[in-house]
């Protein structure tokens, strides 16, 4: 009776991470007792160690799905045993499979009912010289991955309008309202292309992209490149010396000083923001007695940081 009347009142996975991501949630300082302390630094380095081991990009930590995994996890309680490689390949994958497509269902009812967007977004790896397209749709319901194309081997823009043109059929030409595309040549071209084969059609460069460049142009500028650059020398520092990143973690919290962006241009600025509002703490890592004592601070990177 009491484990039931406790799960009436416990979130579920989907509230606790929503509410983790809602805007001005603040994270409860809770006194872990000793016991609690190092079993939350036991899982943490058992994480760390599965992550390295499996050679898994360490952004999965970021993902929602993988939160709400955790989440699902720790409500469970011990004794939890995870799915075999047999499950996984066979009815959860269909399972999944189902899913996706009644999702697409729900998608395709928001497309007909309110119109939609399609976005386009392009990929370059110069090794392999392949330019790969990914399609998406946004509605009223949210972003749906429509897939993914191998765009190497069309030589122009001609052929590029007609790869999206698919697209838009596969669609439905009644429900695509406009097109937003990222501000390449061949991209820019075909969508123009595009507009004129359809009159009810709209093409939108991206936005995010756009403001992106102009964040590249203005890093370039002689008066914000050399702060970038000074901070660089000292992020690189502080996160190569391990007594440092501690030292400089205790003052300012969890946070990290450098700030993940989904571009390299955002991720500079951002980080110039938060080295800012911890002016005083930065200062005081390379002024206090511990660093005139240290041997780093004779040495050229770490006078570049003073």
Partial sequence: MIQTTLDMF???PEEVVWE??????VESDVELSEKKKKLHAKLTKLWSNFLQENGLPLSIINNRSFELMVEAVAQYGPGYVCPSKEELMG???EKLMDWVAELRKKHERAWEQHGCTLMVDS???N?????LLSFMVGSVEGIFFLGSADASYLSDYEDLADLIEDKIEIIGR???VQVVSDNSHKLKAACRLLMERNPTLFWTPCAFQCLDLML????????FNKHIQQAKHVTTFVYRHQRFLCAMCNKIGRKELVVPATTRYSTSFLTLKRMYKHKDVMKCLFTNEDWSRSKLSSTETGGQCA
Avoid at 216 to 223: F, S, T, Y
Wanted: charged fraction near 35%; charge should be positive; proline fraction near 6%.
């Fill in 91 to 93: 009815p959860l994958f």
């Fill in 174 to 176: 009644d429900r695509v």
């Fill in 20 to 25: 983790r991501h809602a805007p001005g949630f």
């Fill in 216 to 223: 590249k142009d203005i890093g370039r500028l002689e008066e």
């Fill in 123 to 125: 990929f370059t790896n």
């Fill in 10 to 12: 416990r979130k579920t």
């Fill in 127 to 131: 090794l392999r010289n392949l330019h």
